[in-house]
């Protein structure tokens, strides 16, 4: 008969490791895949959607799924990859689903950021919080540009994580993270004409 | 003034930032960066924008957040389990014996199948995989997202699009077969003999202003239609709408419901001038609201099926999609129209430039149509039959297809053409198809060799 799991095993342990745990009926086990990984998610969701409280919600939900996903996890991609797959699907579904709620178009969206970020712009240089546009410039993004974007620059991931999370190419991740760049800097072109380094 | 950066130099400088290119790759950059004054001040841009992406701040640490995802899942236990038509705690016996049962049945009747059921249990993985990952997460592009009214007019009368004009590549669907209809993409595929555009069809018909409003009407949502009823993934998957067919009759039946009787006899004789695979029959009835006329274009959409390929299985199965999730993706055009272009190019080159693959059977979900695909060189062809026979009734009036009778036309030959056709109209109407007798519209303006079979309804 094996010894029982302490809490110690199961901090040094393994995602794999875990996730084998949770699947034999361990919630002890799923609580510390939580905490290696919520924060991740958290502020993953929190780039898309930069609202606390819908983001404490989305990130409640994701954990739950996964929870219940994990029965027919089969080690096939990594567990965090794969956790953050289910991150990016919650984002692009409650995009979707606030889109649809509000009949908006994503053109009438867009606008809105559109007007929003001229009006920002042209504040007087000291107002400007150039955090404040970087986040309405990501909102004007097609979902699947901010996505790279947001994953590579701002959470640190590799070329390859991204193509696993998001199941394409490795090249498609480079092409679109060239071409989201691009637009983001037409987006936010007066303002790299400033000095802000 | 800045001109945009060529694609090529952009990504080049993308992956410069992000310290992805080679030794040799980046020491050809530095040599750039020194001696071009316009690329260096693009990379000190790109510089700028990374840091200021660097500097947006995050979300603050969240102490309580582990508790509350902890304390909800008893919760979740809990729902779950309600779902169980027994008490919890027999799961374990009940997935025992389920497992048992199912083991010892599985190993007894498909002992020497067992290759082939794996095969086909990763193809229909594949294949559910796709439509999670892809289509059911909006990672789809409309194929047809740029279509205006010439060329969805073009396509009712004629049933042949074109989808790449520099490549000369089209997308057909041919119903003339007897129990189902082919879609086809082609490259090089024969485009029709004229095309049909909406300034020569007003100007055959002669509709008043009112009726011009209403054809406009029409075609306003067969085009809509006709946009969300082919997607491309991400991985090249295609979707296409199960019944595609259905729309083209929808509409020639729609803009012959707006005129009056004299003038469908003139739109009848343009669709003959111009080839088009169907001939109209009812042409003494009554015009009918425009309103009427496009509700019940967009009414019979008895299954949002659609059938999706993979590329690398080409293997072929039904789903169900959204509309409005279908609609949505479709309204993106305007802000995708650069990605598009790529996954069209793509697409046909997956598809359509390679060499040929056998035939292979579907597995369709559910007890629906037979579906085939065939691979050759230059074509993709997916050929679906079902109960749907080939006439469709709307306001009174029938669009069938022209069955021709031609040497090694495989769809259909004398002995085959007698269909049954129910659920249309006022009860159910009986159609025979007589062969090899010439067609009472008409008849001249036909090839000899090429002679339509009349309908008749009894």
Redesign the interface.
Known sequence: MSEPVTERDLGAAADDVLVSLVQRGD?RA??HL??RH??RV??LL??IFRD?HL??DL??EV??KA??ALSSFRFESSFYTWLY?IAV?KG??EM?RR??RRFF???QL?DGARAELEARMAEKPADID??DL??LGLRML???HREV?IM???QGFS?EEIAEI????VG?V??R???A??A??QI??P???KD?? | MNLPLPPDDALYISRAIDGDLSPEERSQFDARVERDEAFRAEVEARRRLQRLIHRTPGLEADAGFIDRVMTQLPKHERERSDLLPFPRRYLPVAAVAVTAVAAVATFMVLESRIPLLRFWEEQAQSVLQVYEQTVSQGNFWPLLGDLDDDRTIQFAFTGTLSIDEEKGATLKVDDRAKDGYRIEVQRDGARPKRDVTVAEFMSAVKPSASQRQALDSVLHAAREELQTAVFVGANDEVAIKSDLRRLNRAVISGLAAVLEPEQRAKMSRFMTVRDAPYVLFGSDAQPSPSQEIVRMMRAPRERNEFVILRPDSLLISRYTIDPDQMRFQAEQYEKMAAELEVRRARMIRTWVDRPGLPEVPAIAPEAMARLNVRSRRDRLSIEVSDSMNGRIMFFNMTIAPRVWVEGGEPDVSAGESEMQVSGVGAGPTRVVVTPRTPIPQKPDSMKAKRRALPVVIE
């Open positions: 919630q799923f609580r939580v905490q919520h924060e958290r502020r929190f780039a606390e983001v404490e990130a409640q954990f739950i929870y219940e797959r699907n692009r579904d979707r889109k649809l178009s994503l053109q867009d150039a955090n970087v986040s097609p979902d699947h974007v590579k620059d701002l070329y998001l199941h394409i190419e498609t480079k092409s993270l060239s071409r760049r691009t983001l800097k936010l072109g303002m790299l004409d802000t380094a």
